[in-house]
Every structure is written in C-alpha cells, then in structure tokens.
C-alpha cells in the first residue's frame, strides 16, 4: 500500500525543512508514547491479580454470609429476620475520592477495616435474636467492605484499559499513518527539487550552447 503525501503541501525547501522538523517532534511523540504505553502496562498487570484476588475472596464471602444468613432464618425464623432487616438504618453513603496512577484518574474509596465509611448497621435489639444473626451481620458488614474494595480495583484496571487503548491507537497512529506521511512527502519534494534542479542545469547548458553558436 503506498503511503499518500500530505494534501497542500508546496514542493519547496521552505517546505522540506518544516517536515524535518515535524518528523522530529512526531517520533519523540511517538518515544514518549511508547514509554508511557510500557508504564501503564506495568500497572495494569499490578492490579489484574489483586483485582482477581478480591473478587475470588468477595465470591467465597458472598456464599459464606448467604449461608449464615439462612442460619439464622432456620434459627429465628424468616418473617423475624426480614422484619429485622427492614428496621435496619441500611448503608450509608460512601466517600469517592480520585487518584493518578501513571497520570490515568482511578477511583479511591477510603473504607477502614472495621470503620467508617461503614460503621455497624444494627438496628436491632440483642434481645430476643441469636448470636447467629449477629454473626450474619458481621459476614455482610465485611462483604460490604470488600465489594467496596473489588469496586476500586475493578474501576483502576478498566480505566487503565482504556487509557492503554487509547494510547495504542495513537502509537499505531504515529507508526502507520502520521510518520509515514511525512516520509513520503519528504520524498515526493526531495525528487520534484532534484527534478527541477536537472532542469535547471540542462537549461543552463543548453544556454551556454546556444551563446556559443551564437557567437561563432
């Protein structure tokens, strides 16, 4: 496939030194590029395993804390405990703060083990319940506060994804378009100078012929 040179461009030296120094800028672009591509890879790769830890982990405590749950259901009795849940003050809002990994924006949500933004949501009475309950709760309180951590996690490594992506686009860009371009309209006004510089010559020669004859 040839590479088309740049539309509107004057075949001129004037011309020629403006995309030297536009093929310049354009290939330390695509370093720098390059450099940062190989950076947010690293990253990536830092967080995919954490992130498939914490979702293993949130998985195996969503079934442990289902399986509590249906504990104190047997325990206490399912009308009991859904009249129990409903009294509950619920989860309160939680904090988003943002951070730069290798200039990319990633979500933060500071959740403390055991903590705030989190704090306990009984809204029950201790008596009249099973400890089994309060087990129950301590299990989702916790799931809670991982499925807040596999949020962060998850939301760092997509953004980081399509940042990658992104930056990709660009190199090829760089790579198989931009440069490229630049070479073959390097190219192009290389030859019709060279073009019209044998012309010149052949003019001047067949001048300096004609001055000759004209003088014999």
Known sequence: MT?????GVRPTRI?????KRQEVLARKGHD??????????????????????????VDEELDAALQTLMRAEMVMGINNVEMIARSAPG??????????VIGVTV??????????????MTGYSILGT????????????????????????????????????RTRRRVNALEKIHI????????????HLEEREREDQFRRKRTKQLLKGGRT
């Open 15 to 19: 011309e020629l030194l403006k995309l």
């Open 130 to 165: 099973s400890a089994i309950l309060d087990e129950a709760l301590e299990n989702f309180e916790q799931l809670m506060r991982d499925v807040l951590r596999l949020a962060e996690l998850e939301g760092t490594i997509s953004r980081i994804a399509r940042e990658i992506r």
């Open 180 to 191: 490229p371009q630049i070479q073959a309209t390097h190219r192009y006004i290389e030859m």
């Open 107 to 120: 979500p933060l949500i500071p959740v403390r083990e055991g903590g705030d933004p989190l704090p306990a």
């Open 32 to 57: 720098l590029l390059e450099e940062k591509l190989d950076a947010m890879t690293i990253a990536y790769l830092s967080y995919r395993q954490p992130y498939l830890d914490q979702r293993k982990k």
């Open 91 to 100: 989860m309160p809002d939680v904090p988003m703060e943002i951070r730069k």
């Open 3 to 7: 590479t088309s040179i740049a539309p």
